[in-house]
């Protein structure tokens, strides 16, 4: 059964700071990942989507990063922003035939202080 | 733009209470889904549809069922309403594949079950 694991839960950095938030999963054969944002009280918002083929994806100031063979994403995030404090998950698909469905990470909330 | 539209967005009920949560995308995907998102659980998996016609259990599916009654809609009803149904539930789309496959998500319906 695939786990996904974001460590810490929470993270508080102030404005401007480069920082790194990660992603662990334990099947490592999967397809893609999927990183999303979400805001207090509302849905999740795609970020990025990195094929197994690919090893980053950026996206303005996001990058993502994907190693299948150690089991790891990580989201960098660049000049943090105090719009950027939301939480942030990651995903990865199980296969079963034609279908797929996600296995989601908890989620790292972060706060960027002005 | 729509993307994926749920609705009602917030809703109260009484114990043994029933209910449907409707659930339409217009972007042409297969496959939706129905997660519940509950604090220090992350996002569970209720029920999804591969395609067309097919719904499958996800990983939390007791005390829901569901319909997917075209390509555009799916709902999800709760027969008899109890306080462990209080949740924020989330319906989503995408077009699986092993190339694509990025899940986008309704706002959220917030229910609580008195």
């Known amino acids: 059964k695939q786990e996904v694991t974001q460590i810490p839960a929470a993270l508080s950095v102030p404005e401007g700071e480069n920082l790194v938030l990660n992603c662990s999963f334990t099947d490592s054969a999967i397809y893609n990942l999927q990183w999303f944002r979400q805001d207090p009280g509302k849905g999740l918002t795609s970020l990025l989507l990195i094929q197994s083929s690919q090893r980053e994806q950026t996206s303005g100031r996001l990058n993502a990063s994907l190693d299948k063979s150690s089991g790891r994403s990580t989201l960098y995030i660049a000049a943090s922003q105090p719009g950027d404090s939301a939480t942030y998950l990651c995903a990865v698909p199980t296969y079963t035939g034609a279908n797929s469905k996600l296995t989601f990470g908890k989620g790292i909330t972060l706060s960027v202080r002005p | ?114």
């Open chain 2, 1 to 114: 733009n729509a993307g994926v539209t749920q609705t009602p967005k917030f809703q109260v009920l009484k114990t043994g209470q029933s209910m449907t949560l409707q659930c339409a995308q217009d972007m042409n995907h297969n496959s939706m889904y129905w997660y519940r998102q509950d604090p220090g659980m992350g996002l569970r998996l209720i029920y999804y549809s591969a395609s067309e016609g097919t719904t499958d259990k996800g990983e939390v599916p007791n005390g829901y069922n569901v319909s997917r009654l075209n390509k555009r809609e799916f709902s999800l009803r709760l027969e008899s309403a109890a306080p462990s149904q209080t949740s924020v539930y989330f319906c989503a789309s995408s077009e699986p594949g092993k190339n694509t496959g990025e899940l986008f998500f309704g706002e959220g319906s917030r229910l609580t079950v008195l």
